[in-house]
């Protein structure tokens, strides 16, 4: 099969590594990787035309490509930063001072939930349900890295980190 043309060969090369940990006729249960990879390459979001390239490349209809992505906090169908964070909200989390935490974030970096740094450093996604990482918790992400037990101290260390 050639490869879409908004799809690099390295791309493609990724893909195909996951789609061959399924059986032939299981090509779809590449999707979620599929719009990992293409998110990593595409500087951090997913563009419209990538998620038909995906859906053509795996032989899907662009609506169960579309679906996935939209369904996932984890995809960004719009431009956002370099770097994503997120804070896990949940219960786990706020009963250890996520709340703190989040609140850290906002005074620190200047934004909302939903915003990014205007100099398009640091964008703060949108509540997360739950990370995941309960025992961890206060938690957050950053760039798909945990990050738990967090205090407002540890998180400046990590924000200082980033480019």
């Not at 060969?9 to 090509?27: L, M, N, S, T, V």
Request: hydrophobic residues 35%; negative net charge.
């Amino acid at each position: 099969m050639n490869p879409p043309t908004t799809l690099s060969p390295e791309i493609c090369r990724e893909i195909d590594h996951w789609i061959a940990q399924y059986p032939p006729e299981g090509r779809r249960s590449a999707t979620l990787a599929a719009l990992r990879i293409v998110q990593e390459h595409g500087g951090g979001w997913i563009r419209p035309e990538s998620i038909l390239a995906i859906a053509e490349y795996l032989g899907l209809p662009p609506v169960a490509v579309e679906e996935v992505a939209r369904f996932y906090s984890m995809y960004e169908l719009k431009p956002t930063a370099r770097h994503s964070v997120s804070v896990c909200t949940n219960v786990s989390c706020m009963l250890c001072g996520s709340g703190t935490i989040l609140d850290h974030l906002e005074k620190r970096l200047g934004i909302r939930p939903g915003q990014a740094t205007a100099d398009g450093r640091i964008y703060l996604k949108p509540e997360e349900e739950c990370l995941a990482a309960c025992a961890g918790a206060p938690m957050m992400m950053v760039d798909h890295v945990y990050h738990e037990h967090l205090t407002p101290e540890r998180v400046d260390e990590i924000l200082e980190s980033l480019e």
